[in-house]
């Protein structure tokens, strides 16, 4: 895998941007603020937070309901004040509350499992100047998606640095993605 660092939003989409004009298609990018151009250049495709959130809520109100449901109408019922044994505004405060309960569950455990987490290291950690990524910098990696680990040859890493030094790119380095179980 291949890493470039710019000094600029704008080198950096020119750099993407060449970069998938040539082909390649295992493209991220890190930066210290949001930059939207390269949401396209990028394939940045849209969350699931959203659908989770929603099939979590509905779960949730569906089981809330369900149980109130079965416990007041068939299996213990209690005439209280002559309403009828499943009466729906009695169960809006436990059905609305059990809704909030599995979406939030829903929504955190999404969150936490599409972004990979807790991962405690990175090797793109590991190069020098990268914590200025929350500041200002920003940085390319390039890798092939088709092979083990991300990995790019030789011929295809001097494609990439030639094309992207002219752009604005400060370094380019090499990087080997692989986790502890993946060395030889």
Do not use: C
Request: hydrophobic content about 45%; glycine content about 8%.
């Amino acid at each position: 895998m291949l890493v470039a660092e710019f000094e600029s939003p704008d080198a950096l989409v020119a750099g993407a941007e060449h970069l998938r004009s040539l082909g390649f298609v295992g493209l991220d990018a890190y930066t210290p603020f949001p930059v939207p151009e390269l949401d396209d250049i990028l394939g940045v495709r849209r969350s699931r937070v959203p659908k989770a959130v929603f099939l979590g809520g509905a779960a949730g109100a569906t089981l809330a309901y369900s149980i109130l449901s079965w416990t007041n109408a068939v299996d213990y019922p209690l005439n209280v004040g002559g309403r009828p044994y499943n009466s729906l505004p009695a169960h809006v405060p436990i059905v609305f509350e059990t809704l909030v309960l599995f979406a939030s569950f829903a929504s955190f455990i999404t969150v936490l499992v599409s972004s990979r987490m807790p991962r405690l290291h990175d090797p793109i950690f590991d190069i020098a100047g990268f914590e200025r990524t929350t500041i200002d910098r920003f940085w390319l990696t390039v890798g092939d998606p088709r092979r083990a680990a991300g990995s790019i040859d030789d011929e295809q890493a001097d494609r990439v640095r030639s094309a992207l030094v002219p752009l604005g790119a400060l370094t380019v380095r090499a990087i080997s993605r692989r986790t502890p179980s993946e060395a030889p």
